[in-house]
């Protein structure tokens, strides 16, 4: 079978479908990183606090605190990313073993389709995993190199050079939470694709969901409200 035949088995909703989950992907990206800015996302609230975090840690003494936070948010992103890779794997040994994948998703479906199809949904799933490995791999080199530019910042906050490197290692952590936040929408929108096993409607109800979800937790949600309050 060519890759024509394959593209046969799917009906243009399939690619509607799948041209939707993209979409809302980048849509909501894109608005989580660029808000307006009279209704700011929680992403972007957390940067200022990050930038405020790296201002009081010139006067805190000692800072094993600020190290500990800074360790802390490498484990996260270290777990996630191993999370992702164990996910990957999983996934890949369902393609490997397509038939009794085929089988449940034809009880569910009540549609007969070679292996190959099934096949083709599942890579659209480790498409996602794979995207979000990398943004935490990355978020967790970030973290890194904010922790040993937060270690230069000099112990006399009179030190002219404090401020600057401080301010260095704010950008830096706010860097690399963007990317530790791309890594959990792809997380999402992963497990989003799992619903095109079911069908073409079930992807598109599933991709309204998940971007209703990620909307509500960054511009309605009542931690949001929290960091608002002054």
């Given at each position: 079978m060519n890759w024509l035949d394959r593209i046969a088995l799917?009906?243009?909703?399939?690619?509607?479908?799948?041209?939707?989950?993209?979409?809302?992907?980048a849509v909501i990206g894109w608005r989580v990183e660029h808000p307006a800015k009279d209704h700011l996302s929680v992403s972007r609230i957390m940067a200022e606090y990050r930038r405020e975090w790296m201002r009081q840690m010139i006067t805190r003494e000692p800072r094993i605190f600020d190290a500990q936070t800074v360790a802390t948010l490498r484990q996260g992103t270290s777990f996630l990313a191993s999370t992702c890779v164990i996910a990957i794997g999983g996934t890949l040994a369902l393609i490997g073993n397509a038939e009794r994948v085929a089988g449940v998703a034809e009880d569910l479906t009540l549609m007969m389709h070679p292996a190959i199809f099934w096949e083709i949904k599942l890579l659209l799933v480790v498409f996602f995993l794979t995207n979000a490995f990398l943004k935490f791999i990355w978020s967790n080199r970030l973290f890194g190199y904010c922790s040993v530019v937060m270690a230069a910042v000099p112990n006399d906050p009179a030190d002219p050079q404090?401020?600057?490197?401080?301010?260095?290692?704010?950008?830096?952590?706010?860097?690399?939470?963007?990317?530790?936040?791309?890594g959990l929408r792809s997380m999402y929108f992963s497990l989003t694709s799992l619903a095109w096993l079911a069908g073409a409607i079930p992807l598109i109800l599933a991709a309204f969901v998940t971007l209703i979800v990620i909307w509500r937790r960054e511009f309605a949600s009542h931690s949001r409200a929290i960091l608002l309050v002054k």
């Open positions: 799917f009906e243009p909703l399939d690619f509607a479908a799948v041209a939707l989950i993209f979409a809302f992907w404090a401020s600057v490197v401080a301010e260095k290692a704010g950008e830096l952590n706010i860097t690399a939470a963007r990317s530790f936040n791309r």
